[in-house]
């Protein structure tokens, strides 16, 4: 368990490098894709995927805060790209892994109530406009699982497809729906609960100081019922990659372990961020 706790902090401390992609003036617009794509070549096999963070906060059960409904949450999240070099059509093949955990750290014996591993293997490809990479489509295949068995066992697969749009330096849009698969019967309701897609907004500032996001996941059925998950981060030096973040999840589905069991948390602590795209 202290390894967990210190592969944790020692990736706090850590300072990823940008993937910066520089494009040479006159280059004619039919080489432009293949010059950025072949800069692709030399961005760090390891990357940040998702935002890695500790925050810890409450869900205000019974109008009050207090040790049983206070906890901690944090997120670990990788990228590694399989080749350096490219498929035909520019497609590149990666493996991410994603671990979230729920501590309740508030308590006696600081017991972990829920840690989901969430690991995928997808093919990415990248669509260059004005010398910029303007598009990203990414096809996943997902497994999801909190390594109990029994009645607290809670696991399922998904083919996901994942589109991003981004229109400048201060936004980027990104729609997401996944097909699920080899659904465990404890869990066989997830979709309903937990989603079948999302959409999300992430806006950033001129300086790179200021973040925040909005994301929307839809759960099952013909309504409008829809969880959320909002984000504001504020970086902290300018020459690091650590953000004072907040965090405020209201609907179903944020841990595996109670993913039918309605939440409303807002919990507050630190971020480290991916430089390039935010991904949900």
């Known amino acids: 368990m202290k390894g967990k706790y210190l592969l944790f902090f020692l990736l706090l401390s850590v300072k990823v490098l940008p993937a910066q992609i520089n494009q040479a003036e006159g280059v004619p617009e039919s080489q432009q894709e293949d010059s950025l794509m072949q800069a692709l070549e030399n961005i760090p096999a390891f990357t940040i995927y998702k935002d890695n963070y500790i925050i810890t906060g409450t869900n205000f059960e019974k109008g009050k805060v207090t040790k049983y409904n206070s906890d901690a949450k944090f997120q670990l999240s990788l990228r590694h790209r399989l080749f350096r070099k490219l498929f035909p059509y520019h497609l590149y093949m990666f493996l991410t892994y994603t671990q979230k955990s729920f501590w309740d750290i508030y308590r006696k014996s600081a017991p972990f109530t829920e840690t989901s591993y969430n690991p995928t293997l997808g093919f990415g490809r990248n669509f260059v406009r004005n010398k910029r990479i303007e598009w990203i489509g990414m096809v996943q295949f997902e497994h999801e699982s909190n390594g109990r068995d029994g009645i607290y066992s809670r696991s399922w697969n998904c083919i996901s497809f994942t589109g991003i749009y981004i229109p400048g330096k201060h936004f980027n849009l990104q729609a997401k729906a996944w097909i699920a698969m080899m659904v465990a019967k404890q869990n066989r309701h997830m979709t309903r609960y937990a989603g079948i897609g999302h959409f999300s907004a992430t806006y950033t500032s001129d300086n790179k100081r200021f973040n925040c996001s909005a994301l929307m996941i839809k759960r099952g059925g013909w309504n409008l019922n829809?969880?959320?998950?909002?984000?504001?981060?504020?970086?902290?030096?300018?020459?690091?990659?650590?953000?004072?973040?907040?965090?405020?999840?209201?609907?179903?589905?944020e841990s595996m372990i109670d993913y039918n069991h309605f939440q409303r948390c807002l919990r507050v602590g630190f971020v480290i961020k991916p430089n390039s795209v935010c991904i949900f």
């Not at 998950?229 to 209201?250: K, S, T």
């Open 226 to 253: 829809a969880n959320w998950q909002l984000g504001i981060a504020y970086r902290l030096f300018r020459e690091d990659n650590q953000f004072l973040y907040l965090q405020f999840y209201n609907g179903y589905g």
